[in-house]
């Protein structure tokens, strides 16, 4: 397999892709399955902003991940699952019978009218038929959207309305850990409001009872029993959509970003095979639900167009003990692991107990993803999982970017505890100041921006492309902003501070201040609310909720744990508040805008400077927030 086997190679490759961006991402598109070679390799520019890669191309992704291994690893195994329960069995699939899968329930979809083009909404648990549900989509051209199981009605009636689905792919429900999540329930709740909907698909999971709306609700597990496996590909333009996938923005609904399918397939494969340094044989261990772009690409598509075998988890980390990853690891000989840090926090904390009978020798390469590591569980991390002897990938990249973008080569190029250390090659950063100026040289700190297309890309940002501009391409002119701080220290290597908007990564999970906000408001006692976050020990972020209500509640605590629940009901239990204030009032500007710099401040303890407070409408407010912190 071709990839990158040493540092020079890695400064060599970089220079080249630099150089002659086209022709060194034109090399990397040739080892696919094509039915038609690409006319020109890039088209491009930052204002509208309007990006094609291999534009003429035609071709389908799931060729490319199944058909095109069938011959050299037909009965090599394609996916490994583990369910949520470890005295449950596992299950494995070969290229061959995945393929088969794929194709059977790509037949499912055409029966139950969906076509190219359509979008097609995925709420499931991380079981192997949610993998076969997105290839299945690519298989036929359909867009996937998949909403992570996690989210509860009205952020999933969001999206599917958003993306205007006509399909829904989901089960009666998902284990995890101890509980059992109704996921049919809220499903047949969001859809109340979705008359786009015209087909639900049921995979039975946990066998709970359902309700099953006759016309509409059919169980995949009896359309699929005469569904055929000869399922051909639909032949796709390389510019066509793959996926949509909603995230966080600053303000308003979250938004659709809009992935399209040769760059992508590009970028994705790339990147997966040289950030860990696959082998072939290596079983790759990604947790990330597929509900979240690090599950789209590392999970199911990069392993897979790589002919890799990957494990999908069902569970969580700490059932039924503390242990289970270890386990997992030792199980099925993992040698490649790519966690979170809020994971690796919360294992460290509940102590080495959990890890010492597990040998976890099987490891060669771990990785993280998704928020910064501090130091302290950079080593720990280091020392007892990977026993100093596996590199460790601390990955920066964002759903809007596909793939990897800042990352050591795993025992190619250095690491260092807290850094995602150098781009990859195709991928040139540069540092701006407030003003957009350009920070030359080591040393520097600023916004992290790109001056030149990657593959993998965001194209727009679905049914509304002014928003996908204006996020990121307006901030600074000419450049993709990421929304992130950046440092660039003596030695050229990158470190992420952090957000520069308002948004919060809570437990690696990207939420909206203003989604957050609004699902508070939801509760009838809430007139306003103004969450902003606080750092947290295990989660990197918590959530701090300001919040004023109505008339006075006697009774705080019932107050806070009905916001908990409107919360939960409303996004989802990972958006829940850790901390909620009651306020007189919040402090606003003369032209209502809220200030939240000064909330930042409250929240993270720091009351002795908070700054200019003279345009608020009324300074006093702040005193009294300072006085009921906590
Ligand atoms: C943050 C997740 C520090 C960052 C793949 C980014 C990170 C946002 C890292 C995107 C990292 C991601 N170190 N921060 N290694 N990786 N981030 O869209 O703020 O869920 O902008 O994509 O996560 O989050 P998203």
Redesign the pocket.
Known sequence: MNRITSFEQYQQEYKRSVETPEAFWAEQAEQFTWHKKWDNVLEWNFDEPSIKWFIGGQLNITENCLDRHLEKRGNQTALIWEPNNPEDEVRKFTYKELHSEVCRFANVLKKNGAKKGDRICIYMPMIPELTIAVLACARIGAIHSVVFGGFSFKSLSDRIHDADCNVVITSDGAYRGAKEIPLKNVIDEALLTCPSVKKVIVYKHINTEVKMESGRDVWWQDEIKNSSADCPAEIMDAEDMLFILY?SGSTGKPKG?VHTIAGYMTFVDYTFRNVFQYNDGDIFWCT?DVG???GH?YLVYGPLLAGGTTLMFEGIPTYPDAGRFWQVIDKHQVAIFYTA?TAIRSLEALGLDFVKPYKLDSLKVLG??????NEFAWNWYNENIGKKKCPIV????????GG?M??PLAGITKTKPGF?TLPLPGVQPILLDEQGKELQGNNVEGR?CFKFPWPGIIRTTYQNHKRCKETYFETFKGYYF???ACKRDEEGYY?????VDD?I?VS???LGTSEIENAIDQHPDIVESAVVGFPHEIKGWGIYAFVICEHERKDADALKKEIIETVTKNMGAIAKPDKIQVVQGLPKTRSGKIMRRILRKIAEGDLSNLGDTSTLLDPSIVEEIKKGAH
Do not use: C, F
């Not at 993280?368 to 590591?373: L, N, Q, R």
């Not at 601390?394 to 970017?401: C, K, M």
């Open positions: 995230t970003v990330a979240w772009i690090t690409s840090p993280t993803v998704g928020e910064p590591i601390d990955t920066w990249w964002q759903t809007e970017t990897i800042i990352s995602a992290l990421t929304g992130d470190h992420i501070s952090g957000r948004v990564k690696g999970h990207l």
